[in-house]
């Protein structure tokens, strides 16, 4: 029998989601309705279970998580990217507690499948533990590296990554069914990823929605590397800096210019320039870069060795920047495999990775 508080409780959380526009498609929010959370987090208090947070389930290695439940919202939003029909096949690439795929086999209905994976077996048999208990059939819990997916019976519609990755895998692209629909969160470049819906075309990947997210990184095979040592940075970097005269106002900031700038532009530098110290961010060229470094009094742009070009660069950026104040999902991001790029005219950035180029313009 159902806890009808937790169904109370749940109603609220997916009352507020839907006020705050996050839950537009009626289909998923009628999946929030009848998966409830609270079977998936066995042991937590209600309290924490449906509040609009991300709870973690795994830490690693030095306290380091590895897993968690997503915020609600952020899930629903990925799964209106994900654009699921019944009767559709989905991979999902990261199982955590066994919920995102439980919605999901809501969504596709007993004609569908759903296979989730991850890389612990002892996640993997909490997943299907939760899934079991809140009554869920239809999902097939995998313990495999997503880097490779997972090989289907037929090609998959849709399949979904609740990880984030700085590349994708070929594989991804060989499992997915043309027109077929890949959400991912990415990390192309700076602190901040972004959920992209991709649209398979043939041998390339075309954005359709584009929205600002956070994950633990993918593990496994196609797991970041870890950071550069601090001993690695260039010389200039480690000396005096001067002014440039040019300030960036913290409203600029916090409205998402960074993002901005980290996406469309090929020069943009993330440098720490003290162990101790927080990243720093701005434009570099081959021997200086002008670096937006947060100071008692504001954020000027400072200039290191010979950086007085990227810091005209930076400051005409921003002033483009400040005029409409544009988000990241306005941009439009195409993944084209390596050695099979088209010739992208207009684009602002390109982002080389392992396996994939990126694309990416901004709108016109």
């Known amino acids: 029998m159902a806890d009808p508080d937790a169904q109370q409780r749940n109603e609220q959380l997916v009352s507020q989601l839907e006020s705050s526009g996050c839950l537009r498609d009626p289909a998923v929010a009628s999946a929030f309705r009848a998966v ?22 795994k830490m690693g290695d030095k306290g380091v998580p590895v897993s968690s439940s997503s915020q609600p919202a952020i899930m629903g939003i ?40 991850d890389i612990d077996a002892d996640l993997c048999e909490q997943a299907r533990a939760n899934l079991a208990a809140a009554g869920i059939e239809g999902v097939e819990v995998v313990r495999a ?30 499992q997915l069914v043309e027109d077929g629909v890949l959400v991912v969160p990415l990390a192309l470049a700076g602190p901040i990823q972004q959920s992209v819906a991709f649209v398979r075309r043939g041998p390339a990947l075309f954005s359709t929605e584009v929205t600002t997210c956070g994950f633990m990184p993918l593990r496994g095979e196609m797991a970041p590397p870890p950071p550069a040592p601090d001993g690695g940075l260039e010389p200039w970097l480690q000396g005096p800096a001067h002014a440039s005269g040019y300030v960036l106002p913290a409203p600029d900031l916090r409205a998402g210019f960074e993002a901005w700038l980290a996406l469309t532009q090929n020069a943009y530098f993330r440098p720490r320039l003290r162990a101790e110290d927080a990243p720093v961010f701005g434009l570099r060229e081959t021997a200086g870069a002008a670096l937006v470094v947060p ?25 483009a920047w400040a005029q409409t104040r544009p ?21 602002d950035r390109t982002v080389r990775r392992p396996h994939f180029t990126f694309m990416i313009t901004t709108p016109s």
């Open 327 to 347: 988000q990241v999902d306005q941009l439009h991001i195409e993944a084209h495999r390596m050695g099979g790029e088209a010739v992208a005219y207009g684009t």
């Open 36 to 57: 409830l959370r609270h079977h998936f987090l066995p042991g937590r208090p209600l309290d924490e279970i449906y509040e609009d947070s991300a709870i973690m389930t």
């Open 78 to 117: 990925m799964l209106q990217q994900l654009q699921l029909k019944a009767g559709h096949r989905v991979l999902e690439i990261g199982a955590g507690t066994g919920f995102n795929a439980a919605l999901i086999a809501h969504l596709v209905g007993r004609d569908g499948h759903v296979v989730t994976i």
């Open 145 to 174: 590296d997503g880097a490779h997916g997972w090989p289907p019976a037929a090609p998959y519609d849709r399949m979904i990554l609740t990880v984030s990755t700085s590349d994708l895998s070929p594989e991804w692209l060989g």
């Open 295 to 319: 100071q008692d009094d504001g954020y000027p742009v400072l200039v290191f060795g010979d950086g007085d070009g990227a810091a005209a660069a930076l400051a005409a950026a921003h002033r």
